[in-house]
Structures are given as structure tokens and as C-alpha cells.
């Protein structure tokens, strides 16, 4: 059955699936907050937040890093990768499901890798020192970022062809 996909077929079941990941992830418990047992709200259940939940709040923390600018108030130093993780999700929605040329997907499946480590410096570091923090990854984060890399499997796959294709030329001629 899997014998006659052809690279271009794998890729595209790849981002297929990497779909259907990434959508699920909302549903799922991305991460825990240890401080959320010390509050009732609508955006946690049994301690944790879903994806959907993950996304408001991280795309919310742009308004407060604008803010920042403007007033007197200092941002904790893993606030920027807060926000930064926040926006990883709009771009993969823009570019990698509904619009973008390829060479605006390409240039996004390039920085995705470094952008999806954004969020690991928020669960290691609470306020200003490194150490463990509020924040845990769970099923759901774990879910989402495989889905976001599954959905530029295309963009990879091309990139990767188009290095190999250079390396065997240059190893002919030597």
C-alpha cells in the first residue's frame, strides 16, 4: 500500500495529518498551571489550559508588550518568548493552511524550528531566574508542535531534495 507513494504523495499525507493534528491540539490540555489551583476561572479545567486557551492568552500578551512601551510598567525577561510563542499558531494557520506563496511558506517552514522553542524558556523560568516555573507542557503541546512541523513537511521535503540534489552534483564533479 505504501510502496507506491512517491516522495510528493508522503508529504502531502504528512501535512494532511500534521492538520488534523494541529486542530486537535486545541482540544487537548497543552499545559499545567501550578497557580491555577489557587483560582477558579473559565480558562483552565483540572489545572490545565487547552490549546485554544494557550493561543487567546499568548496572542493577549501582545497587547502587553505594546503596553510596555507606552507605560511604566517592566515585562518579566520571558515575556518576549510568551508573545512570540503566541504568534506561532496565526502563522502557521496564514501560511501553512490557507495562503502564502511558496516562497513565503518556505521562509516560514525555515523559522518555524527556532520559534517553537520559544515557549520552553516560559516553562523554565517563572519570573527572572531559571528554574521550574508555573507553566508544564502536556499532551496538547506536544500534539501541536508535531502538527506544526507535519504541516511544512512539503516545504522540507523541497528544501532538503534541493540540498541533496546540490551535494550529489558537487560530489560528481570532484
Not at 11 to 37: C, E, N, Q, W
Not at 56 to 67: C, E, H, Q
Not at 146 to 169: H, N, R, W
Request: aromatic share 14%; hydrophobic share 50%; with cysteine.
Amino acid at each position: 500500500m505504501f510502496n507506491d507513494l512517491d516522495s510528493n504523495d508522503f508529504a502531502k499525507l504528512a501535512r494532511l495529518v500534521g492538520i488534523v493534528l494541529f486542530v486537535a491540539s486545541f482540544f487537548l490540555p497543552a499545559v499545567t498551571d501550578h497557580y491555577a489551583m489557587s483560582r477558579a476561572d473559565y480558562l483552565t479545567v483540572n489545572d490545565a489550559y487547552h490549546g485554544w486557551a494557550c493561543v487567546g492568552l499568548t496572542l493577549y500578551g501582545t497587547v502587553g508588550l505594546i503596553g510596555s512601551f507606552f507605560g511604566p510598567n517592566r515585562l518579566e525577561g520571558t515575556f518576549l518568548f510568551f508573545v512570540i510563542s503566541g504568534w506561532i499558531t496565526p502563522l502557521v494557520i496564514v501560511f501553512g493552511i490557507f495562503l502564502g506563496s511558496n516562497k513565503a511558506k518556505r521562509r516560514v517552514a525555515k523559522i518555524l524550528p527556532l520559534l517553537l522553542i520559544a515557549p520552553w524558556p516560559v516553562f523554565a523560568a517563572p519570573n527572572t531566574g531559571w528554574g521550574p516555573g508555573p507553566f508544564r507542557p502536556l499532551i496538547g503541546h506536544y500534539v501541536w508542535t508535531l502538527g506544526c512541523l507535519l504541516i511544512f513537511t512539503p516545504q522540507y521535503a523541497k528544501m532538503l531534495s534541493v540540498t541533496s540534489k546540490e551535494g550529489d552534483e558537487a560530489s560528481d564533479e570532484g
